[in-house]
Structures are given as C-alpha cells and as structure tokens.
C-alpha cells in the first residue's frame, strides 16, 4: 500500500506559527508603550530643567522668584497668566516657549492632557524665596518634586 504524499502544511505546524508571531506582536506592543512613557517623561524633565534654570535666572537678575504668570510671560507685573503686561523681565528669564505645558495642580488627568509641570513659588508676593517644580514621571506613573531656592 503506498501512501499519497501531501502538500502544505498540518493544522498544528500552522498553529505553533500564529503562536509564534502572537508572542512577537505582544513583545513589541509592549515594548512599544514602554519606549513612549520613557519619551514622554523625558520631555517633562527637560521641561522642569527648562523652569528650574529660567526662575534661578530670574532670582538672580531680580532677587526674587517670579509668579507662574511671570515666568510664562516674562513681564514684570502681567495682569493675568495669558496677557502680557507691565515692564518687560530680564530677557535671560524668557522661555524659549511660552506655550510650555504648565498647569496649577499636577495629576494623572492632567499629565495625559499634556499638562506635564507644576511650578509654585514660596514665600509671599512679591519676594518669592523660592520655587516648588513638579514633572510628571510617566513611567513611574506619578509626579517628581523639586525645589529651588528657600521653600
């Protein structure tokens, strides 16, 4: 009795290969979303440093800390956050981009909005004495506090 030979390939052969490409797919996603959470937590920090390095800049030329409406305008005296007013701070104090995402409480809602860094001063108008900086650590899934100054 002779046997017919058969082409392609058994139900089983065809399953170990779907599992295989499975566990490469699940591999990458997960890799994928790691990668991500560490970009996104990059940009906070460099975001912090930003703050941090601007407000020592403005404590140095002014001998105080500015507001958050100071920082993000750099105007000595702006009558809001979003409206530029009043005589112009020190052009080292500027943020390259006044548009940094910076918001007044730091949460997980808020960090997957964009709103990645908390900036408060210490002390009492209009001699700051220092700056509470907070970034969002998407990796650790919490925020990172830092301070300058005397808090």
Do not use: H
């Not at 440093?49 to 100071?70: C, E, F, G, I």
């Amino acid at each position: 009795m002779k046997w017919a030979s058969k082409d392609g390939f058994t139900i089983v052969e065809l399953l170990v290969v779907v599992v295989v490409i499975a566990i490469l797919a699940a591999i990458t996603i997960v890799s994928y979303n790691g990668i991500q959470d560490r970009a996104k937590t990059s940009r906070s920090l460099s975001t912090a440093d930003q703050v941090r390095t601007k407000a020592s800049a403005w404590n140095a030329l002014q001998s105080s800390y500015p507001d958050l409406a100071q920082l993000r305008t750099n105007s000595l005296s702006p009558p809001d956050i979003d409206t530029a007013g009043g005589a112009a701070g020190p052009i080292e104090a500027k943020l390259s981009s006044p548009n940094v995402a910076m918001g007044a409480t730091l949460d997980v809602t808020r960090a997957n909005n964009g709103d990645t860094v908390y900036y408060a001063p210490c002390g009492t108008y209009p001699t700051f004495t220092g700056a509470t900086i907070m970034y969002w650590d998407y990796t650790l899934k919490q925020s990172v506090t830092t301070t300058i100054g005397a808090c």
